[in-house]
């Protein structure tokens, strides 16, 4: 479950709300298996006019049965803005480290990933220049194909041409012999 705690709890207020949920779940026969508390981000919209809240994830175990109580008597309670439950195919792998996005334990994650993206520059450059290359290449084959089409289009129309040269030609010659002809007829 992560549930949104109204922004203005001090710590003490915050784990006093904490503590309500995780006294609820065991009234309903939950198992609490970890509690991280992500601290106060900026939500993505207002809820109930907040633009902050303080977010708590929360696994626990439980009947499903149990699921659809827990999700109203969360939703009546003035101190949580918004809450989400999701059932998990499989338990979870769960460690001592939070997992908070925006956490210390973070950082150094995020320092290497910068340092890889460095490294992975060159190569995309590399790939880029590649492409290039090959899309110059693909180019000129096209470019070069549609000479060679050109010139095989001009070289068809030149013998059409020159076989309607031929059949007038040979239509001449035709009517100089009926002529030649006629002309030794008379």
């Given at each position: ?57 929360l696994y626990f175990e439980t009947d499903p049965a149990?699921?659809q109580g827990l999700q109203e008597w969360m939703e ?111």
């Amino acid at each position: 479950m992560l549930f949104i705690v109204h922004p203005n709890y001090e710590q003490d207020r915050l784990d006093a709300v904490i503590s309500s949920v995780h006294k609820e779940i065991t009234a309903k026969s939950g198992t609490i298996l970890k509690t991280d508390n992500w601290g106060k981000r900026k939500l993505a919209y207002l809820i109930n006019k907040q633009r902050y809240g303080s977010y708590v994830l929360l696994y626990f175990e439980t009947d499903p049965a149990m699921v659809q109580g827990l999700q109203e008597w969360m939703e009546i309670q003035a101190k949580v803005l918004h809450q989400m439950i999701i059932r998990l195919e499989e338990k979870p792998e769960l460690s001592d480290v939070s997992e908070n996005p925006d956490s210390q334990s973070s950082a150094p994650y995020k320092r290497a990933d910068h340092r890889d993206e460095r490294n992975v520059k060159a190569p995309v450059k590399e790939v880029k220049a590649a492409v290039v290359k090959e899309a110059v290449v693909v180019e000129e084959a096209v470019v070069e194909e549609a000479v060679v089409e050109e010139a095989v289009v001009e070289e068809a129309v030149v013998e059409e041409a020159v076989a309607e040269e031929d059949v007038a030609v040979v239509a001449e010659e035709d009517v100089a012999v009926e002529e030649t002809t006629e002309e030794k007829g008379e």
